[in-house]
RNA sequence: GGAGAGGUGGGUGAGUGGCUUAAACCAGCGGUUUGCUAAACCGCCGUACGGGGUCAACUUGUACCGAGAGUUCAAAUCUCUCCCUCUCCGCCA
């Protein structure tokens, strides 16, 4: 959430970047609010002040053994008052706390304005995109040849989207979970292993409540949600803590699986890997100084990058539009790969600097090291990376004529294997 | 699941209705001393939200002792409800 005091200090620019990322704008609400709750605030803590003098008049009096009778019965009338004010306080900001949630974060002024994912700006690209002289498999039809993914058994289970993965699959999804742990250890990310179920309030702190609870699997008898992303258990952890400035940066990375409902979500892109219900995740979380986070998003996102460099697999960097970028974020930038059967792009990473917002919902601060009031920190997360597109790119990629998959030489090490099939 | 103990400023931890402005210690910041480091000593030191102001380093007020409600002129302190943590027992990977 954006500062109360920002907003009221800066309407029109809150305004605009609503305007930008195209939702409802309720800044006039918030200030309406704003201004009567000040104003009750006002009259009511001069009546309180009022109260508590009297209060200590009439200790006063009692320890000398005097009568206290009349400046009581004065008081009474006080009394009512301020209950009366103090219920009208605590509904005025009940609603202006909610209200202050339905608030987007404001774009950061590079962000390029735009609606539609065709608005997003594509910043740079790697690799080569090579026409193959064979007819190239999809990789849904690869992993069923090569018997190292059931999806269908997977829907016998559980249900569509929760693919079983086997003996060579199973392994090449533990080598890249380790393959890219071990990289994001070589650039400073201390390894996490979060819970991963999520109470509300974690779900509050990073952004996924109050309105996004649908795209979370729940756990109602003791009110938790399955983790949708590794960013809400490991950014959560310094939740309503000061840190000191010396610890700043702080980088970890985080395995876990996620698991999303993906409510809505129908059509070609649901084919194979390409979107599910349960899939594994690399995440990397920052936790920085608020001058610094723009770099740090540079940083994060060629971490990212690297890994898919390392991999030999071509990939795009998207510079997100306002209307595209998300309800929390300033900028982000998303990785896709290219998948050379499908002949499209597929999204393996996000990468996003939250400012304030997340820290300030999570009250996590630190304490400047010349002293001085502690201020609220930036944060910043991104994949490093998702699975299931990487390894339908990579199967998609690595395809022989005959079938069979080549494994990228930096995974050697973790597989134990050169080839599939 | 059963029984018990407990939740107090960044940390440890006193405080059973009003001289509490939440003690004391640690950490932190500033200073004195010192060839340097350390030690010693002195001072400062919670957060949030308001008002006033030469909008900053000033001043003043209110709230906050797990959360919420209640009793009272007055609540960290008494009452009720809820949440959480710890210990023991049971079950169990």
Request: proline share 5%; net charge neutral; hydrophobic share 35%.
């Amino acid at each position: 959430m954006l500062d109360l005091k920002f907003i009221r200090e800066n309407p029109q620019s809150v305004k605009e970047g609503i305007a930008k990322k195209g939702e409802v704008d309720r800044v006039d609400e918030v200030l309406n609010l704003d201004t009567k709750r000040r104003e009750i605030i006002q009259r009511v803590e001069v009546l309180k002040g009022r109260r508590n003098t009297v209060s200590a008049e009439v200790g006063k009096l009692k320890r000398e053994g005097k009568d206290a009778g009349a400046i009581i019965a004065e008081i009474d009338g006080v009394k009512n008052q301020i209950k009366q004010y103090d219920d009208e306080l605590s509904q005025i900001e009940t609603d202006l706390n909610k209200l202050l949630l339905t608030i987007p974060n404001i774009p950061h002024p590079d962000v390029p304005v735009g609606k539609t994912p065709e608005d997003n700006k594509e910043v740079s690209r790697w690799g080569e995109i090579v026409e193959n002289d064979f007819e190239m498999k999809q990789h849904w039809d690869l992993v069923q040849k090569l018997d190292i993914i059931d999806f269908e058994r997977g829907v016998k289970v559980t249900g569509a989207g929760f693919p079983i993965y086997k003996e060579k699959g199973a392994k090449l999804q533990r080598a890249l979970i380790n393959f890219f742990l071990d990289e994001a250890a070589t650039r400073g990310y201390k390894e996490i292993q979060p819970p991963l179920m999520i109470n509300t309030a974690s779900a509050t702190g990073t952004g996924q409540l109050p309105d996004k609870e649908d795209l979370m699997y729940t756990i109602p008898r003791d009110e938790f949600f399955m983790v949708p992303t590794a960013e809400v258990p490991v950014t959560n952890i310094f939740r309503d803590e000061i840190l000191s400035e010396q610890q700043l940066p702080i980088k970890f990375c985080a395995y876990t699986p996620c698991f999303r409902r993906e409510a809505g979500s129908y059509g070609k892109d649901v084919r194979g890997l390409n979107r599910l219900h349960q899939f594994d995740k690399v995440e990397l979380v920052k936790f920085v100084h608020p001058e610094k986070s723009y770099d740090e998003l540079e940083s994060l996102r060629e971490d990212a990058e690297r890994l898919l460099q390392l991999l030999g697999l071509p990939y795009r960097v998207l510079l997100m539009c306002t209307g595209d970028m998300g309800f929390t974020q300033t900028k982000k930038y998303d990785l896709e790969v290219w998948a050379p059967a499908q002949k499209r792009w597929l999204e393996v990473s996000s990468i996003s600097n939250f400012e304030s917002f997340q820290a300030r919902r999570m009250n996590i601060r630190y304490k400047p090291t010349g002293g001085g009031k502690p201020e609220i920190i930036h944060t910043l997360n991104g994949s490093g990376l998702a699975l299931p597109r990487v390894v339908a790119a990579l199967l998609e990629q690595y395809q022989t004529p005959e079938g069979k998959v080549i494994v990228p030489k930096a995974l050697h090490k973790y597989t134990g294997f050169e080839v599939i099939g």
